[in-house]
């Protein structure tokens, strides 16, 4: 993906995200915000066009201040705490682009979260745009592998061409999922098992992930019963937290990624209390995550990769939700792991 096509894409989904987001030059200019930071300003009455200026340290625009010139100087990601004196309390995540000193801001209110609010998920409605933007290369993709597999003399090309192909129509099936009404949403619910879905979506990832993958281990229990739902989008949340993991563990020398399921009894959903028993973990071992993004976890574009959008778990809250189930997570240094709720199958005569 070309850096050009990847900027569309982000100022795209961001501009339907629900949560304000700013970008600032290296000046602290304001060059762009999405339509919830204009409306968010406009309720606020903050202006940002006197950011270059020394503003007052007790007002809104004197914080924001603060936190941009703070990332700016010292050419990090910065992330501020405001307590409750300007209303609720909120976290602003200042990002800092290395590679061209721009710094994007997002605001995340605290009164709610991702497990307390999962169906309020709205903020991925960027699908139309992405499917868009994503079919053309696709199907280029799709076709040269086909000409590769006609060609191919080795049965390890032709193979391999043929997971290319597969990942290409697997991929143009989630966009298809997204263009629809430009949010996710099921295309299709039906009985299947967890074990194949984990399987599969392993497969998928190690195909992707390339040399020195990190120690794998799964775990599948053999009993568990089927769920309902769209193989697709869960194996798709399975990939999403295995390039988590893997991205958390770039600096050990004994990263270990373990993939589980099991049947835990005892799980609810928050919401409802109905029966989620059905697990699918993924654990590393390690640093854990920073206490500074955690209240806004499963909110888009919250992220501590450096090149990364924070999609990822914004994108699982959403599809449990379609599932009728949630995700949670459990995290200390050496152990992080995030947990897929499901309810099982329940046949109707």
Known sequence: MTDGLRDRIFLAAADHAVSPIWVFSPSLELV?????????????RLRFDAVTADLPPDTMAGVFQAVLRRARQEGRDVTHREPTEHGDP????????????????????????????????????????????????????????????ADAEDPDVAALAVSIRDDSDRI??????????????????????????????????????????????????PSLPDVRGDADLLGQCLINLLDNAASALEERDDAEIQLLTRYDPAARA??????????????????????????????????????????GLAFCARVMTLHEGWIDYYSETGKTEFRLRLPRLVETG
């Open 32 to 44: 762009w915000s999405n339509m919830a930071a204009q409306e968010w300003q406009g309720q606020a």
């Open 172 to 221: 143009t099936r989630l966009t298809d999922h997204w263009s629809q009404v430009g949010d996710i949403n099921l295309a299709r619910s039906e009985p299947d098992n967890v074990n194949r879905i984990a399987f599969a979506a392993l497969n998928n990832w190690k195909r992707g992930y390339g040399s020195d993958l990190p120690i794998l281990t799964q775990q599948f229990d």
């Open 270 to 311: 928050p919401e409802t209390g109905a029966p989620t028993p059905i697990t699918l973990i993924v654990r590393d071992n390690g640093p854990g995550i920073d206490a500074a993004i955690r209240p806004g976890l499963f909110t888009p574009f919250v992220t501590s990769k450096p090149a990364g959008e924070g999609l």
């Open 90 to 149: 909120f976290e602003l995540h200042v990002r800092w682009s290395g590679d061209n000193e721009w710094l994007v801001a997002n605001l995340i209110s605290l009164h709610t979260t991702a497990l307390e609010t999962p169906s309020g998920l709205q903020a991925l409605g960027f699908g139309r745009m992405l499917a868009h933007e994503l079919k053309n290369p696709l199907a280029s993709i799709r076709g040269a592998a086909q000409l590769i597999e």
